[in-house]
């Protein structure tokens, strides 16, 4: 249908207008504040169980293992909407309208499937999110140590500086979950009992069919947002943690 990512704006933008670049987005937007609220907590709590003390400084490894915790976390969250924005998304290519809305779909989905509809995709979404987040936030911390002036703290990093280790901890982040969110998208719109055998199935079509590289498909698109949507997210985390630790210092 799309011969790259510029087509597909294109055509998009043709076919169903501005508002059909946001098709989908009112599940994912719902779950943003309470999934990065849990993701930050996960990575926090996965650093303090590896800590004897508060003052323990972790190696990488370590950081990546506190981030994988963190994936594990958000898995609960964001499974159900990823199923509800894929499925939107696809509706809105297909030319089929069973879908009014993100509650509609929500609604029609656990009536159909029950909850276990509405879960569709959780393995592939934690074999996407786990090391995914663990290199996210490994990435960060080794990127904000790499750009603190010497004999400076992490914690006085400016924020260009906060935003330039934030983006491409999001790169990074993304080269690793492409290949499990392809197949995490393809398994979630599929329709009942097409794949039995879960991910191996989704994994051996598209291989046999398109190839090893349509594992990275939207690969362009996925990197012109990260860098700053993931610059914007921890700045906002750094700034919202200085503001706190000002309020309530003893919270």
Known sequence: MYSGTIDCFRKTLIREGITGLYRGMAAPIIGVTPMFAVCFFGFGLGKKLQQKSPEDVLSYPQLFAAGMLSGVFTTGIMTPGERIKCLLQIQASSGETKYTGTLDCAKKIYQEFGIRGIYKGT?????????ASGMYFMT??????????????????????????????GIFNWAVAIPPDVLKSRFQT?????YPNGFRDVLRELIRDEGITSLY????????????????????????MKFLNWVAPNL
């Not at 960060?140 to 935003?163: D, F, M, Q």
Request: overall charge positive; glycine content about 8%; hydrophobic content about 50%.
């Open 140 to 169: 960060y911390e080794w990127l904000k140590n790499i750009l603190t002036p010497e004999g400076k703290s992490v914690s006085e990093l400016s924020a260009p500086r906060i935003l330039v280790a934030g983006g491409i901890a």
């Open 217 to 240: 498909k939207g690969f362009n698109a996925v990197m012109i947002r990260a860098f700053p949507a993931n610059a914007a997210c921890f700045l906002g985390f750094e700034v919202a």
């Open 190 to 194: 599929a329709p009942p009992g097409k």
């Open 123 to 131: 393995v592939l979404t934690l074999m996407r999110d786990v090391p």
